[in-house]
C-alpha cells in the first residue's frame, strides 16, 4: 500500500514508525513530516492543514490510506473529502471531530447520552458565566469552546481568577473565535489518565492507558504545557477500571455519535479523573474528549504496540474492528520531552541538537522528533517549543525511566530543557 500519515510532531514520528514496520506498507509519506520522519518516510512540503493541497497529493501519488494526526485537518473536514474521492482514511469526519472541535459539543453529547463527567454551563454571555461561577464557587474550571491549540483551558483557584478567565476568552478575544463561548465547569479532583480506543462507527476497541504530565517543571509546578512526557500502561486504571472506561464513557459515545448521524471512527482519546467515591472507591470521570492520538502518549503506545498498526488503523475506517485483536507488549513505555529553553513562553528556535546515533544507541531508546527540520550539512535544528521525546521501553517503569534520562543525557542540546522526574507518580507503585 502507499500510505501518507498527515502531520509533523512526535505523535506523526512514532506512528510513521509504527507503520514503517508493517507488512502492508510499500510507500510511506508524511506532509509536512520533520527532520526525524525523514528517516522513515518522504516527507512532503505540504502543511498538516493545507487540506486541498493533501487531497490533490493523494489523488496525484494514487494513496491508498490517508492517516490523520492532528486535530486540525480532522475539524476542516480533510477525511470528508478524501472520502467523496473514494480515498481510504483513518480518522473522523468534521461532524464527529466536533468532539473535539466545540467542548460545549462534546459535554452536551454526554449529558445527552449519561456518560459521567463534571456539571457544567456553556456561556457567549460575561454576566451569565460569572453568574454560574458565583454560584459555584472556586475552584473552578474554564475553557474556551473550541481549538485553542492546548491553551484555552484555566483551573481557576479563586471566584477572581476565573473571572479574569472569562474576561480573557469573551471580552478580550485572546483565543478569537475559539474562545467566543467558553464551557465553565465543576472542578474534579483526583489523578489524571489518559486513555485510548480504536473506534469503527459502531464498536470501539480498547488499546491501551497512558498518563501524562502537563505541567513545565519537576513535581507538577509551573504553567501546563502540551505534555512534557508520558508512560505507558497507567497503574491508575487498573483492568476492571478499564472494563468500567469501556463500559460507562467510550461505549455510550460511540453509540451516541451514531445516533446522532455522526458515528465516529478513528481513536477516542478520554482524558480522565480518577476521583473517588464516599466510600474511597475508585470512580472514572471524563474531562474531555480528543479525537486523535495524544502527544506524547502516542509515542509510548507504538513503542508498545506488538500488532500491525496499519491493519488495525485500516480495520477501524472499514467498520472491521470486531475483526482484529491486538496484542501489547508487557512492558513499560516512558517518553521524556525536550523542550526548547523558554518554553511553554517564548522560546528559542533554529539551535542545532546533536547526539542522536549515541542517544538512540542507549538500550530500549527511540528518539521521536516534534519540531525539528533538516539544514545543511545534515545539522538537525530545533523549529518548535516541545521538540525531542526521548522514549524507553524496559520491564519496569523505574528502568524504563533510567534509559530515558540515559538517552536524554547522550543529547548535545544546550538550548533544550526537560523535567527530570516523568514516571514519578508510577515508580514503585
Known amino acids: 500500500m502507499k500510505v501518507l500519515v498527515v502531520g509533523s510532531g512526535g505523535r506523526e514520528h512514532a506512528l510513521c514508525w509504527a507503520i514503517r514496520n508493517s507488512p502492508l506498507c510499500d510507500t510511506l509519506y508524511c506532509a509536512p513530516g520533520n527532520a526525524g520522519i525523514a528517516d522513515v518516510a518522504d516527507c512532503v512540503a505540504i502543511g498538516a492543514e493545507d487540506v486541498d493541497a493533501l487531497v490533490r497529493f493523494a489523488q496525484d501519488k494514487a494513496i491508498d490510506f490517508v492517516v490523520v494526526g492532528p486535530e486540525g485537518p480532522l475539524v476542516l473536514g480533510l477525511v470528508d473529502k478524501l472520502t467523496a474521492l473514494g480515498i481510504k482514511a483513518f480518522g473522523p469526519s468534521a461532524a464527529a471531530a466536533e468532539l473535539e472541535g466545540s467542548k460545549g459539543f462534546m459535554k452536551d453529547i454526554l449529558a445527552k447520552y449519561g456518560v459521567p463527567t463534571a456539571a457544567y454551563g456553556r456561556f457567549k454571555d460575561v454576566e451569565a458565566a460569572k453568574d454560574f461561577v458565583r454560584k459555584n464557587g472556586a475552584p473552578i474550571v474554564v475553557k474556551a469552546d473550541g481549538l485553542a491549540a492546548g491553551k484555552g483551558v484555566t483551573v481557576a483557584r479563586t471566584q477572581e481568577e476565573a473571572f479574569a478567565a472569562i474576561d480573557e476568552a469573551l471580552v478580550e478575544g485572546r483565543f478569537g473565535a475559539a474562545g467566543a463561548e467558553v464551557v465553565v465547569e465543576e472542578f474534579l479532583d483526583g489523578e489524571e489518565v489518559s486513555f485510548f480506543a480504536l473506534c469503527d462507527g459502531e464498536s470501539a476497541l480498547p488499546l491501551a492507558s497512558a498518563q501524562d504530565h502537563k505541567a513545565v517543571g519537576d513535581g507538577d509546578t509551573g504553567p501546563n504545557t502540551g505534555g512534557m512526557g508520558a508512560y505507558s500502561p ?8 478499564q472494563a468500567r472506561v ?8 460511540v453509540k451516541g455519535m451514531a445516533a446522532e448521524g455522526r458515528p465516529f471512527k478513528g481513536v477516542l482519546f478520554a482524558g480522565l479523573m480518577i476521583g473517588k467515591d464516599a466510600a474511597g472507591n475508585p470512580v472514572p470521570k471524563t474531562l474531555e474528549f480528543n479525537v486523535r492520538f495524544g502527544d506524547p502518549e502516542c ?131
Not at 469501556?246 to 459515545?253: C, G, K, N, S
Not at 508487557?330 to 547526539?355: F, Q
Open 246 to 253: 469501556m463500559r460507562e464513557i467510550v461505549e455510550p459515545t
Open 234 to 241: 497507567a497503574p491508575a486504571l487498573t483492568p476492571d477500571l
Open 299 to 429: 509515542q509510548t503506545l507504538m513503542m508498545r504496540l506488538k500488532s500491525d498498526v496499519l491493519a488495525a488503523l485500516i480495520a477501524a475506517a472499514d467498520g472491521q474492528l470486531k475483526n482484529i485483536d491486538l496484542r501489547w507488549h508487557d512492558e513499560t513505555a516512558l517518553c521524556v520531552v525536550m523542550a526548547a529553553n523558554g518554553y511553554p513562553g517564548d522560546y528559542v528556535k533554529n539551535t542545532e541538537i546533536k547526539g542522536f546515533a549515541a542517544a538512540n544507541a542507549v538500550e530500549g531508546v527511540t528518539v521521536f522528533h516534534a519540531g525539528t527540520k533538516l539544514a545543511d550539512g545534515g545539522r538537525v535544528l530545533s523549529t518548535g517549543g516541545r521538540v525531542l521525546g526521548v522514549t524507553a521501553k524496559a520491564p519496569t517503569v523505574a528502568e524504563a525511566q533510567k534509559r530515558a534520562y540515559q538517552g536524554v543525557d547522550a543529547l548535545d542540546w544546550p538550548d533544550g530543557f526537560c523535567r527530570r522526574d516523568i514516571g514519578w507518580r508510577a515508580v514503585g507503585r
